[in-house]
Structure formats: structure tokens, C-alpha cells
């Protein structure tokens, strides 16, 4: 069984400031790892995956987020914060391989709040 | 990147009546579709797994004959809630998967379809 977890439910940066969204998972596998940003009332868009190779993944919208097996994690991290990066943030896993009918895991997801 | 879309992005019905929703994938064929649904300020639970031209796989406690499921075409997977009740308004999202570049699997998300039950 997979899971995810996202601690803290509501993060709070000025604008400017270094964003970091933490996220720990667990698998019994390698896993893939996902995540995702969601505007109120709309779906999900991709903002970067890891799957294999390089553990620094970098995403859209200046957003990257790094692989550590050894901690389990998977933290996004984003330089500089926007107003327009607020939003709700979702860390996910999945189980790689073909055939198998794997839906994602998501954590509960966190709440960015960019202060002006 | 891909593009999948749900009809309709929103919906009101009466408890009591069936609501379908459908999911397509609109520029690229999708052997597996997955059904999400995310209660308010909640995160998205995996409902169930619809492969082309099979029966769904309905996650625990999912209730098959409620939601009912079905993929009739590489584009397009439907779902329908039968005798909706108050409880089943939810935010209902869906998935669409397909073999990516070097072997991997790319999973896109519809917009999502807003469904209040009264």
C-alpha cells in the first residue's frame, strides 16, 4: 500500500519569499512521484513529476522539487513566491510499471497563502 | 500537453434522479481512465479504474451499482451516479492515462464536474 503525507495543512509565505511544501511518502516500491497545483473549482495541472533518473526535478512556473530516498520525501520548493501561486498543492504517488491499473495516492493537500 | 474534458463542468439534479458525466480524451487515446471524487477542502479519493472495453475496478468501499461505469471507446468513459442522494454532491474528476515517452505512464486530469444534489 502507498501513501502520502503533507504536513501542514495551510502555508503561509510573504511575496518574495522561498516557498517549501513538504511531502513524505511510503511504498513498497520505487515509486512515481507527482505534484500538482489546483485553482478553486478547476481540476489539476502537472507541475512536475519524478519517475527515474535525476532526483532534482524541475517544473513549470519556477517550481522544482527534489527526490530522497533515504528520507522518503519530496518537497516542492519554489525560489520566489507569486500572488499568483496561490493555491492548493498536492503531493502524489504511484506505482510504476505497465498494465497495472494504479490510480494516484494524493496527500491531503496543502493550502499556499502568498501575504503581499 | 494533452487535453481531457468533462461534460458538464457543473450540475444540479433532485435526490432521487441519475446524473451522467462523461470524460474524453480529446487528442490522444487512453486504454485506462480513472474517476476521482474531492468532498470540499478535502483531497481527491480514487473511485475506480475504467479500462477500455472492460468492467471497472471499484476502489473499497465504492459502491459499483451506484456508480456505474463505463468505457465504451479509447476516448471517452462515462459515469453515472444512479438515485443520487444530498450526500453524493462532491467534486468529481477524472483521468486519463497513456503510455508516454521512454515507457511512462502520463496521467491527465479533466476539469472536474461540479455536482450538487437537493
Known amino acids: 500500500a502507498q501513501s502520502v503525507t503533507q504536513l501542514g495543512s495551510h502555508v503561509s509565505v510573504s511575496e518574495g519569499a522561498l516557498v517549501l511544501l513538504r511531502c513524505n511518502y511510503s511504498s513498497s516500491v520505487p515509486p512515481y512521484l507527482f505534484w500538482y497545483v489546483q485553482y478553486p473549482n478547476q481540476g489539476l495541472q502537472l507541475l512536475l513529476k519524478y519517475t527515474t533518473g535525476a532526483t532534482l526535478v524541475k517544473g513549470i512556473n519556477g517550481f522544482e522539487a527534489e527526490f530522497k530516498k533515504s528520507e522518503t520525501s519530496f518537497h516542492l520548493t519554489k525560489p520566489s513566491a507569486h500572488m499568483s501561486d496561490a493555491a492548493e498543492y498536492f503531493c502524489?504517488?504511484?506505482?510504476?510499471?505497465?498494465?497495472?491499473?494504479?490510480?494516484?495516492?494524493f496527500g491531503k493537500g496543502t493550502h499556499l497563502i502568498i501575504q503581499p | 500537453g494533452a487535453v481531457v474534458s468533462q461534460h458538464p463542468s457543473w450540475v444540479i439534479c433532485k435526490s432521487g434522479t441519475s446524473v451522467k458525466i462523461e470524460c474524453r480524451s480529446l487528442d490522444f487515446q487512453a486504454t485506462t481512465m480513472f474517476w476521482y471524487r474531492q468532498f470540499p477542502k478535502q483531497s481527491l479519493m480514487l473511485m475506480a479504474t475504467?479500462?477500455?472495453?472492460?468492467?471497472?475496478?471499484?476502489e473499497q468501499g465504492v459502491e459499483k451499482d451506484k456508480f456505474l461505469i463505463n468505457h465504451a471507446s479509447l476516448t471517452l468513459s462515462t459515469l453515472t451516479v444512479t438515485s443520487a442522494h444530498p450526500e453524493d454532491s462532491s467534486f468529481y474528476i477524472c483521468?486519463?492515462?497513456?503510455?508516454?515517452?521512454?515507457?511512462?505512464?502520463?496521467?491527465?486530469f479533466g476539469p472536474g464536474t461540479r455536482l450538487t444534489v437537493t
Open positions: 502524489a504517488v504511484s506505482s510504476p510499471g505497465g498494465g497495472g491499473a494504479d490510480g494516484l495516492t
Open positions: 483521468s486519463a492515462r497513456f503510455w508516454g515517452l521512454a515507457g511512462v505512464h502520463e496521467q491527465y
Open positions: 475504467s479500462n477500455e472495453g472492460s468492467k471497472a475496478t471499484y
